[in-house]
């Protein structure tokens, strides 16, 4: 099994590219479906038989090494839920396996003993998930940076507005109002030249404003770069 390329998680500071980066990966993998689907009965109900050891044993990586295992599975008689079964472990085996391997040496024996992929990957998410109340307290303390343009500042703001939404689909018009209580100037703008306060019209806003300020920078490096070369043909004695 090959571990996925992905920088061990340490804390909570790099979980969010951690569960995008591992989330791609299983579905590369194409094991990614047993966090959500819920195991067979079969699976749930009774262990394998000590007589079926070898074929429920997780295949190696190779295509033709999977596809012998799997047509050993089919000709084993078993009852068709065990087979059901004998392939969802294998599979929960190779995706428990790949989260195991994308943790720090210290967050490994603090996760290791989680019996499945599915309950290990919701340890980890209980740890470091943000909750509402955590993208809350980021977005009242959000402070911007002077190297941030306009337009990333509304990416940034907007971004924060939809996380700390507490309905699994963000209401973009409650997203639109926290978006111009950060950035009045972007507001005033937009109510100006008749763009409305809709996103749609916040990012026009952004974009024109962004514009006029590119321009006038421009037309005043042009302007200290004419000066700056009339001072040199017309020295002062």
Same mark, same amino acid.
């Given at each position: 099994?090959?571990?996925? #390329? ?12 951690? &569960? ?22 079969? @699976? ?62 210290? @967050? ?107 321009? &006038? ?9 004419? #000066? ?10």
């Amino acid at each position: 099994m090959a571990k996925l #390329a992905i920088k061990p998680l340490d804390s909570a500071d790099g979980y969010l590219r951690w &569960n995008e980066s591992v989330l791609l990966g299983l579905n590369t993998a194409g094991v990614a479906h047993v966090l959500s689907d819920d195991p067979p009965p079969a @699976l749930a109900l009774a262990p394998a038989p000590p007589a079926t050891t070898a074929l429920i044993r997780q295949p190696r990586s190779s295509g033709r090494a999977r596809k012998k295992w799997y047509l050993g599975l089919q000709s084993s008689r078993l009852p068709p839920p065990l087979i059901l079964a004998s392939l969802q472990r294998a599979t929960d085996t190779v995706c428990r396996g790949h989260i195991l391997g994308t943790l720090s040496d210290r @967050l490994l024996p603090v996760y290791v003993r989680h019996a499945t992929a599915r309950v290990l990957w919701q340890a980890v998410a209980r740890t470091y998930e943000p909750d509402y109340y955590s993208w809350e307290l980021m977005f009242e303390e959000l402070e911007f940076g002077d190297d941030e343009t306009l337009r990333e500042r509304v990416a940034h703001v907007e971004a924060l507005a939809i996380a700390k939404s507490r309905f699994p689909e963000p209401c973009y018009e409650s997203v639109a109002y926290y978006v111009c209580t950060k950035l009045p100037e972007v507001a005033k703008d937009a109510i100006t030249e008749g763009y409305g306060t809709s996103m749609a019209g916040l990012w026009r806003s952004a974009l024109e404003m962004e514009r006029i300020c590119n321009d &006038n920078d421009l037309q005043a490096s042009r302007g200290t770069t004419m #000066a700056r070369q009339d001072k040199v043909q017309h020295p002062v004695c």
